[in-house]
Nanobody, 125 residues
C-alpha cells in the first residue's frame, strides 16, 4: 500500500483559492489512481475528483466542475487539487485516496484502499 499525507488546507474567504497537496510514499505511485474526497460535519464522505495513473483521464463531481482541477506530478509522487471560486458549502475535511485494483476510474470511497489523514478547508462567507 501507499502512504498518503495531505497538506494545504486552511481558512479562505468565499471566492478565494487554495491548492491541496497529497504526497505519496512508495515505489509504485505511477500505478495508482488518485482521488480526492471530502466530508462536511454531519455528512457522509463525498467524491470530489479523481485522476488516472497516467494523468490523462479525470472525473469531477458536478458540484466542483469548472472550479476545481486535479493533477499529478509523478516526479514528486504528489497529487494536487487546485480549488478556485470557493464557496462556503466547500467547507469540509478533504481526504486524498489511492488505489490500483481497477482499470476504470472509480468515484466511490469504498473502491479506494489507501487514505490520508485529511486536511481541513474552511470557506467563510
Amino acid at each position: 500500500q501507499v502512504q498518503l499525507v495531505e497538506s494545504g488546507g486552511g481558512l479562505v474567504q468565499a471566492g478565494g483559492s487554495l491548492r491541496l497537496s497529497c504526497a505519496a510514499s512508495g515505489r509504485s505511485f505511477n500505478s495508482y489512481q488518485m482521488g480526492w474526497f471530502r466530508q462536511a460535519p454531519g455528512k457522509g464522505r463525498e467524491f470530489v475528483a479523481t485522476i488516472s495513473w497516467s494523468g490523462s483521464s479525470t472525473i469531477y463531481a458536478d458540484s466542483v466542475k469548472a472550479r476545481f482541477t486535479i493533477s499529478r506530478d509523478t516526479a514528486k509522487n504528489t497529487v494536487y487539487l487546485q480549488m478556485n471560486k470557493l464557496r462556503p458549502e466547500d467547507t469540509a475535511v478533504y481526504y486524498c485516496a489511492a488505489d490500483r485494483r481497477y482499470l476504470t476510474l472509480r468515484t466511490m470511497s469504498a473502491d479506494f484502499g489507501s487514505w490520508g489523514q485529511g486536511t481541513q478547508v474552511t470557506v467563510s462567507s
